[in-house]
């Protein structure tokens, strides 16, 4: 059984940073592909970042120059470090997991709510 388990989120002044994490379990890590997606109220779901299980990252037109997505095979754990971070960032944010050979992301955890204040 695949679990994702988010954390790191919180309460930020504009500016600020804050650093994700996620960790998996259930399957070799290793072996996935990872995804960070968030969700605004009342706003569709958005790409934010992946990395490949060789590590190729891949971030959405609005992330690219702020976030940066990393993984930790030894742990288990990928990341999303975040910085300078604005209110229109305020969302849940998604881990999600996929294998290599699929499209689309089969795992998702619960989410960790980002809320900047400006």
């Known amino acids: 059984q695949v679990q994702l388990v988010e954390s790191g989120g919180g309460l930020v002044q504009a500016g600020g940073s804050l650093r994700l994490s996620c960790a998996a379990s259930g399957r070799t890590f290793s072996n996935y592909d990872m995804g960070w997606f968030r969700q605004a109220p009342g706003k569709e779901r958005q790409f934010v970042a992946s990395i490949s299980w060789y590590g190729t990252t891949s971030y959405g037109d609005s992330m690219l120059s702020r976030f940066t997505i990393s993984r930790g095979n030894d742990k288990n754990t990928v990341y999303l470090q975040m910085n300078g971070l604005n209110a229109e960032d305020t969302a849940v944010y998604y881990c999600?997991?996929?294998?290599?050979?699929?499209?689309?992301?089969?795992?998702w955890g619960q989410g960790t709510q980002v809320t900047v204040s400006s």
């Open positions: 999600a997991m996929r294998g290599s050979w699929r499209s689309t992301y089969d795992y």
